[in-house]
């Protein structure tokens, strides 16, 4: 069975940092990419960060790059995002996403950072 389990949400101020978790089981953790998106209330889930498989290709869209960092452990079967200088608009619930292919998609259930002014 597929799993995908996202953990280290919570509240912060405004310039805090925070660490999310993922933890991958049921696949191949070390023959997907691994993404982090974010989905904040009443919008459209947006990308934050993906890693290949080896770790080798890293990519940000402009809004967190330098602010947040994704990391993956392949003994662990686990991803990592380290969240800097947070702002309230990273308020949502975050997302571990696993891709091996068009037909190897998976979603963790989410966890959910907010961020205070």
């Known amino acids: 069975q597929v799993r995908l389990v996202e953990s280290g949400g919570g509240s912060v101020q405004a310039g805090g940092s925070l660490r999310l978790s993922c933890a991958a089981s049921?696949?191949?953790?070390?023959?997907?990419?691994m993404s982090w998106y974010l989905q904040p209330p009443g919008k459209e889930r947006e990308w934050v960060a993906t890693?290949?498989?080896?770790?080798?290709?890293?990519k940000y869209p402009d809004s967190v790059k330098g602010r947040f960092t994704i990391s993956r452990d392949n003994a662990k079967n686990m991803v990592y995002l380290q969240m800097n200088s947070l702002k309230p608009e990273d308020t949502a619930v975050y997302y571990c996403k696993g891709e091996g292919g068009v037909d190897r998609i998976y979603w963790g259930q989410g966890t959910q950072v907010t961020v205070s002014s």
């Open positions: 890693v290949s498989p080896a770790s080798g290709l890293i």
């Open positions: 049921g696949f191949t953790f070390s023959n997907y990419a």
